[in-house]
């Protein structure tokens, strides 16, 4: 089962007893996974499809719980790459229906006091911070994805309506978040997060706490990771650095040694030479302890780029580069 998979199931499970809350949470469900047919006679029915169990209970759940109205359920095979099951929950009570779309705000008056299906988020169903957290959980269920904190970190809602998918970023940023919305394809608005920090802050707030909780492990490790890398990273280059800058060191002595001998050189500047000839693999601060008297590791270093100079030089002086 995927990551996004058992953080729906979780969701599915949480127990809601505000009625605000439960209206918040299907009037979601209704605009992310929900379908209005309207027929003859003012016939009106909603239709919910999804390919997982738990969130078809869940719709299920939370209309008998607010309307304790009868409601159609079917499940269809998918045959077709092996898909999982399709379920279908069907409200065809006139009453109801009505009664269901008026409450979450998706039937609305307009100034001429007919009604219209309206995509926006309505401020009546959102007037407590419960509600709102309620109305971002029913959004992730009807749809919502997590990818797989281990390869990537991304969260999306994807939405078929511009104008919700609006107010749906409005909504997740007003909990001090993030969220950027794009069009994909022609008729589908995704609102995503991609900031691991954010989205565990999401998972929060929609209750998703064991989500929460594993996502939080796995950023921890990778960053473990990342840090064990970059010290291995750092201290490889500075190995390297050292390594390269001792070899330059040793040859300029043994150019100096070859063309002049040792003793051309300054007086103070003899001593770290033949020692440099004796520790190529000795770092500067080595090297300094091994002076008489000690020196530290800027003077080390000072008396090498003096060598350095005067091999330069000498090699001028030969016409060498």
């Known amino acids: 089962m995927s990551f996004s998979s058992k953080t729906k199931n979780d969701l599915s499970r949480i127990d809601v007893q505000n009625r605000c809350c439960l209206i918040a949470e299907l009037a979601a469900l209704i605009r992310m996974s929900g379908t209005i047919q309207i027929g003859g006679l003012e016939r009106i029915n909603i239709k919910f499809t999804t390919e997982n169990a738990a969130i078809a209970r869940r719709i299920f759940t939370l209309l008998k719980k607010i309307y304790n109205v009868h409601t159609e359920v079917m499940v269809r095979r998918n045959r077709q790459l092996k898909k999982n099951n399709n379920y279908l929950i069907i409200v065809n009570h006139r009453y109801n229906t009505r009664r269901i779309l008026e409450d979450t705000g998706v039937l609305a008056k307009d100034n001429n006091n007919l ?22 959980r029913g959004a992730f269920l009807g749809g919502g994805s997590i990818s797989d904190p281990e390869k990537t970190y991304h969260l999306e809602f994807v939405t078929h309506s511009e104008e919700h998918g609006i107010g749906l970023s409005k909504l997740i940023n007003s909990f001090g978040l993030n969220s950027k919305l794009i069009q994909r394809k022609e008729e589908s608005f995704v609102i995503y997060l991609k900031e691991g920090e954010q ?10 706490h064991s989500a929460l909780l594993k996502l939080e492990d796995i950023r921890i490790l990778k960053e473990v990771r990342n840090n064990i890398n970059r010290i291995v990273n750092c201290e490889t280059a500075n190995l390297s650095k050292t390594i390269n800058a001792a070899i330059r ?3 300029n002595i043994e150019y100096i040694d070859q063309l002049k001998g040792l003793d051309y050189l300054p007086e103070n500047l003899v001593e770290i030479a033949r020692l440099r000839l004796e520790h190529r693999e000795a770092s500067l601060k080595e090297l300094g302890q091994m002076l008489n008297p000690p020196v530290g590791k800027s003077g080390v270093n000072h008396r090498l780029r003096k060598i350095e100079k005067i091999a330069e030089r000498l090699k001028k002086e030969k016409g060498e580069s």
């Open 115 to 136: 009604y219209k299906i309206s995509y926006k988020i309505p401020k009546s169903i959102l007037k407590d911070r419960c509600c709102k957290r309620a109305y971002i």
């Open 199 to 208: 989205i565990v802050d999401l998972l929060n707030i929609i209750g998703a």
């Open 249 to 251: 060191q040793t040859n």
